[in-house]
Every structure is written in C-alpha cells, then in structure tokens.
C-alpha cells in the first residue's frame, strides 16, 4: 500500500529525490512521513505531516537541506535531499494514517509504512 522509490548511490553534496506512492485508502494529505533506519541505530523520522494545519516538521538533522511534499492527485508523497551526507546513509521509509494522540517522529503513531529504499551516501 506504500511504495518507496528513488533511492541509490551518490556522492556528498549530491542530491536525490525519493517517491512514496500510496493506494487511495491510505494515502493522506495531512498525515505522512518520512522515517530512515541505518545500520546499529534506531529509527528516527526525518520529516513529517501531522494532524493536518499544513504543518511540515523536519529533523534538526535535515532542516534546511530537506524538503517533504505531496502531490495530491497521485497520491505520492515526495522526500527532495540536497546536499547529502555520508551520515544520511540509511534505509528510508515512508509512512501513513495517523493514530490518536500520535507525534509525527514516532513510526508507532502511523499505521501504514513501506518495505524502504536504501540511500547510500558515500
């Protein structure tokens, strides 16, 4: 119901663009977001809508060199990565539908989330 695309290999400072498309049930238009996962670490949420206001919320992290959007009428949301690191190497996953008195960079607040695609920074 989630898929991730656009992932790979790139140099640091490069940039990627990574898909997230959604089946009409659980795409949403205030309530996805972006997670990764690296190797010996946990996973953190790298940038997120939640709960509607048309809120974006970003990790410190990636502040300024990330940015979250959606395209509404192909239920795609789209994670834009400049200026990559080597320490932005992880597995990204997107995620959707939100649960009550969720936070946006908590994976437990949303019911739906993707298999990933892996971001290589070298």
């Known amino acids: 119901q989630l898929v991730e695309s656009g992932g790979g290999s790139v140099q640091a400072g490069g940039s990627l663009r990574l898909s997230c498309t959604a089946s009409?049930?659980?795409?949403?238009?205030?309530?996805m977001g972006w997670f990764r996962q690296a190797p010996g670490k946990e996973r953190e949420g790298v940038a997120g809508?939640?709960?509607?206001?048309?809120?974006?919320n970003y990790a410190d992290s990636v502040k300024g060199r990330f940015t979250i959007s959606q395209e509404n009428v192909n239920n795609t949301l789209y994670l834009q990565m400049n200026s990559l690191k080597p320490e932005d190497t992880a597995m990204y996953y997107c995620?959707?539908?939100?649960?009550?008195?969720?936070?946006?960079?908590?994976?437990?607040?949303?019911?739906?989330r993707g298999q990933g695609t892996q971001v290589t920074v070298s």
């Open positions: 995620a959707a539908g939100c649960r009550n008195g969720g936070i946006w960079h908590d994976i437990l607040s949303y019911i739906y």
């Open positions: 009409k049930s659980t795409y949403s238009s205030y309530c």
């Open positions: 809508f939640y709960g509607g206001g048309g809120k974006t």
